[in-house]
Antibody, heavy 122, light 112 residues
Framework: EVQLVEAGGGLVQPGGSLRLSCAAS????????MNWVRQPPGKGLEWVSY????????YYADSVKGRFTISRDNAKNSLYLQMNSLRAEDTAIYYC???????????????WGQGTRVTVSS | DIVMTQSPLSLPVTPGEPASISCRSS???????????LDWYLQKPGQSPQLLIY???YRASGVPDRFSGGGSGTDFTLKISRVEPEDVGVYYC?????????FGPGTKVDIK
């Protein structure tokens, strides 16, 4: 079964740090580009960060640039998000996800984890 | 960044009746290949998002044929020919033409 399982969420004080992890199984993790997407309570989806298959290309949303670091370990089939200098507005469910619309063969896929909740509060 | 808007933001529906959601982008999502880089997702209550439509009009694997996507450039529409009770949730459009990927605000569909 294709699966992504996030972990590492929790309650943290403003200015604190958390490291999220995402364990992949059921597919060849190293062949997939990966993303972190977050959803504040009762609100919509916000893309947070992207990492290429090899980890050499990385992008961040402006709202987290300089504070969050995405990484991956293909040998461990795992994706990570190091979150520093956390703010109240970072409170959200964080999803790891992979998606692509593929021209060759004209198909698409998406894989999402169940999410991990991060609460930033004193 | 490409800004995505949706209307309506709330859509009460009657089972068996059709429904339609509009999505607009601040820039054209039509790629030089002729494909629109616009996806539709449904997030059912308590679940993660799931892909419904890709390249603007192609149904993802396993998606019922009552769902259809249309439009091009900056204006897109998701249609449900006959709403089923399991279709309730929040529908998002998402553009993947440019980084950063951006989502619409979501349209909440519920049963009247």
């Amino acid at each position: 079964e294709v699966q992504l399982v996030e972990a590492g969420g929790g309650l943290v004080q403003p200015g604190g740090s958390l490291r999220l992890s995402c364990a992949a199984s059921g597919f060849t993790f190293s062949s997939y580009e990966m993303n972190w997407v977050r959803q504040p309570p009762g609100k919509g989806l916000e893309w947070v960060s992207y990492i290429s298959r090899s980890g050499t290309t990385i992008y961040y949303a402006d709202s987290v640039k300089g504070r969050f670091t995405i990484s991956r370990d293909n040998a461990k089939n795992s994706l990570y998000l190091q979150m520093n200098s956390l703010r109240a507005e970072d409170t959200a469910i964080y999803y790891c996800a992979s998606w692509d619309d593929v021209l060759t063969g004209l198909y698409a896929y998406d894989i999402w984890g169940q999410g991990t909740r991060v609460t930033v509060s004193s | 960044d490409i800004v995505m808007t949706q209307s309506p933001l709330s859509l009460p529906v009657t089972p068996g009746e059709p429904a339609s959601i509009s999505c607009r982008s601040s820039q054209s999502l039509l790629h030089s290949t002729g494909y629109n880089y616009l996806d539709w997702y449904l997030q059912k209550p308590g679940q993660s998002p799931q892909l419904l439509i890709y390249f603007g009009s192609y149904r993802a694997s396993g998606v019922p044929d009552r769902f259809s996507g249309g439009g091009s450039g900056t204006d897109f529409t998701l249609k449900i020919s006959r709403v089923e009770p399991e279709d309730v949730g929040v529908y998002y459009c998402m553009q993947t033409l440019q980084s950063p990927v951006t989502f619409g605000p979501g349209t909440k569909v519920d049963i009247k």
